[in-house]
């Protein structure tokens, strides 16, 4: 009689783990695997940088910063802006730039002082190379002075990441969200820092980081 007791007892507890090891392996397929990528500039699904890439953005912050202050970027900003390029010219090469009409202009924009210089940080060994994806110079404008690799468009002007760094001319340090960046096909963080010439803001230096998990 005592058998008959526990038979149903044991026949719950089977279909009790059968649906616990259901519900188990449906969280691994829609939580273990990767996130769908997002269109450029758009925040990935999660949003969501892990404790790691917050310390990595803060320590790489400060570095970047010592960047901005050099000769080699701070003259060819100053060189730019002097010639004081309309915004009708600047977009009227971002169009060529987008379409890949003006692909030249671009390779000399890696190839220039400021490209060379930020071409030699983002290389300087295996730890900068895995993790910096890219860097590109702007002038007040928003175009681009220099640049490693190349950037999906030359004018950055009327993006948050040049707008909100610049900031009127007042300038301040701004890290964007987590995105999926179609130059670079990566997740990354974007961190700009204003270029300055004494107190005076003349231009953005963006550096993409690769997503740490």
């Known amino acids: 009689m005592k058998i008959n007791q526990r038979l149903p007892n044991l026949f719950l507890l089977q279909i009790l783990f059968l649906i616990a090891a259901f519900l188990l392996i449906t969280a691994h397929s829609v939580f273990g695997s990767e996130p769908e990528p997002v269109r450029s500039g758009q925040e990935s699904p999660s949003a969501q940088t892990s404790k790691r890439m917050d310390s990595i953005i803060r320590l790489h912050s400060e570095k970047i910063q010592k960047w901005v202050t050099a000769p080699e970027i701070v003259n060819s900003v100053?060189?730019?802006?002097?010639?004081?390029?309309?915004?009708?010219?600047?977009?009227?090469?971002?169009?060529?730039?987008?379409?890949?009409?003006?692909?030249?202009?671009?390779?000399?924009?890696?190839?220039?002082?400021?490209?060379?210089?930020?071409?030699?940080?983002?290389?300087?060994?295996?730890?900068?190379?895995?993790?910096?994806?890219?860097?590109?110079?702007?002038?007040?404008?928003?175009?681009?002075?220099?640049?490693?690799?190349?950037?999906?468009?030359?004018?950055?002007?009327?993006?948050?990441?040049?707008?909100?760094?610049?900031?009127?001319?007042?300038?301040?340090?701004?890290?964007?969200?987590l995105i999926f960046d179609d130059s670079t096909r990566t997740y990354s963080v974007q961190i700009s820092?204003?270029?300055?010439?004494?107190?005076?803001?003349?231009?953005?230096?963006?550096v993409g980081l690769r997503n740490i998990k």
């Open 78 to 177: 100053k060189q730019q802006n002097e010639l004081n390029m309309p915004l009708a010219e600047i977009k009227e090469i971002d169009q060529k730039w987008i379409s890949g009409i003006n692909n030249d202009f671009a390779l000399s924009l890696q190839e220039n002082t400021a490209g060379c210089f930020l071409k030699d940080k983002l290389l300087a060994n295996r730890i900068a190379s895995d993790l910096y994806v890219e860097s590109f110079l702007c002038d007040q404008n928003g175009a681009v002075v220099g640049e490693y690799p190349k950037t999906t468009d030359y004018w950055q002007g009327d993006e948050d990441k040049f707008i909100k760094s610049y900031n009127d001319g007042a300038g301040r340090l701004f890290i964007g969200p």
């Open 193 to 206: 820092i204003p270029v300055k010439d004494g107190e005076r803001t003349i231009g953005v230096l963006i």
